[in-house]
T-cell receptor
């Protein structure tokens, strides 16, 4: 199956700093990627849709200036959590679509201290 | 954000037992998907359903797309310890540029050897 890779798998950062998470489609090109956030014992909540070469589409309630998304190539989307705070600590997961199927990355555990 | 209603929330069963879980929505979906998520990992696709009434199997797993297109169920037969994890349903609507997935609330499955 198609492979989607996220980096890093986990990160700890200080409050007020910014963190960048990468999502790569390793064996296919993805014009659309999705970013999700998952709090403990909860489901995946879509944050935004990342479109190659254009601006991301954010879900209601997600601050676009805080969660910066860049989809500069057909195999890479990045999510930057700016001025991170402890409440941003969560599991962030990306997915990329190949044809009609979505493939998920392994997730990034962000802990803000 | 929108979520699908999934039940049961958790199940604790003995190895060898059959398992059934379902997902309901107030709106129609064109595709129903079932995923399994292990701790600290991204979801992995188990079964995809594309037509109302469709019944699809993948080994010990069987899933059906409800006739009304507002529900789906997943059955696991003869459970084994490695079936442990969180199972999510997801619905997808066509139309628009993104075809984003809406996830269910999840079912935690524990299997006692």
């Amino acid at each position: 199956g198609a492979v989607v890779s996220q980096h890093p798998s986990w990160v700890i950062c200080k409050s007020g700093t910014s963190v960048k998470i990468e999502c790569r489609s390793l064996d296919f090109q993805a014009t659309t990627m999705f970013w999700y956030r998952q709090f403990p014992k909860q489901s995946l909540m879509l944050m935004a849709t990342s479109n190659e070469g254009s601006k991301a589409t954010y879900e209601q309630g997600v601050e676009k200036d805080k969660f910066l998304i860049n989809h500069a190539s057909l195999t890479l989307s990045t999510l930057t959590v700016t001025s991170a705070h402890p409440e941003d600590s969560s599991f962030y997961i990306c997915s990329a679509k190949r044809n009609t199927e979505a493939f998920f990355g392994q997730g990034t555990r962000l802990t803000v201290v | 954000g929108q979520q699908l209603n999934q039940s049961p929330q958790s199940m604790f069963i003995q190895e060898g037992e059959d398992v059934s879980m379902n997902c309901t929505s107030s709106s129609i979906f064109n595709t129903w998907l079932w995923y399994k998520q292990d701790p600290g990992e991204g979801p992995v696709l188990l079964i995809a359903l594309y037509k109302a009434g469709e019944l699809t199997s993948n080994g010990r797993l069987t899933a059906q797309f409800g006739i009304t297109r507002k529900d789906s169920f997943l059955n696991i037969s003869a459970s084994i310890p490695s079936d442990v994890g969180i199972y999510f349903c997801a619905g997808q609507k066509y139309g628009g540029a993104t075809n984003k997935l809406i996830f269910g609330t999840g079912t935690l499955l524990a299997v006692q050897p």
